[in-house]
């Protein structure tokens, strides 16, 4: 089974290709100035690479926050046009989960992704590792730091650009018991989407073009301010 995986949510992001257990390709992007066509770019470079064409593919996938409302819509928009030339069904993966997943082998720890969300909030949750799976012990959310810190009372491990933002915050909430990740490991992998796209497929969960949403958490800042 091929899925080309699409991951845009923070300013690190890209598309990637897996075959079953296996990564055929990845690329990355700096997304600070992102718009379709460089996406566009990537995604056919790594095709072509492969000497492959969206019709090998047998889904498409694509992340779907939470993250930056800019780079969702990129993203988004982009899979919901190939998926429409090509017939191709939809896999929608998490964010916060595909950043959960750059931490393997932490049987011994929590895992706590946290994306920066601005006005003091983190978009945030909270796994535990089962086998090759995650098991989510606080659902997705966007709170307070302090919010979700105090429900951690185990060893945890704390990755994402939230993380970084709150550091010393999480350190002298919760001390020897929070690990911040290494800096590789502080963004959302588009090959991570694509093998978690993988296990969505094999659970039947792939949806149409026209039924893509993100997952924004919140309302944005320009929602807001009009009282929308």
Known sequence: MKILAVETSTITG???????KRLLAEGRLSL?????????????????SLKLSIQDMDYLA?????????????????????A????????????LETLAMNIPFAKDYLICPMLDARRQEVYTALYRQEDENL???????????????????????????????YRKVIEDSLGSKAVLARDAQMFPSPANAAFLALRGAQRGIA???EDISPAYLRKSEAEIKVGL
């Open 135 to 165: 098991h989510a012990l606080i659902e997705e959310r966007a709170c307070k730091v302090e919010d979700i810190l105090l429900r951690i009372k185990d060893k945890t491990i704390f990755l994402g650009d939230g993380a970084e933002v």
């Open 84 to 95: 429409y030339a090509a017939r191709k069904g939809v896999i929608p993966v998490s964010t």
């Open 14 to 20: 890209g598309a990637a290709i897996v075959e079953d």
């Open 207 to 209: 949806i149409g073009a």
């Open 62 to 82: 694509v992340s779907i926050g939470p993250g930056s409302f800019t780079g969702l819509r990129v993203g988004i928009s982009t899979v919901k046009g190939l």
């Open 32 to 48: 600070k100035a992102i718009h379709s066509e460089r996406l566009m770019g990537l995604i056919d470079l790594l095709l072509k």
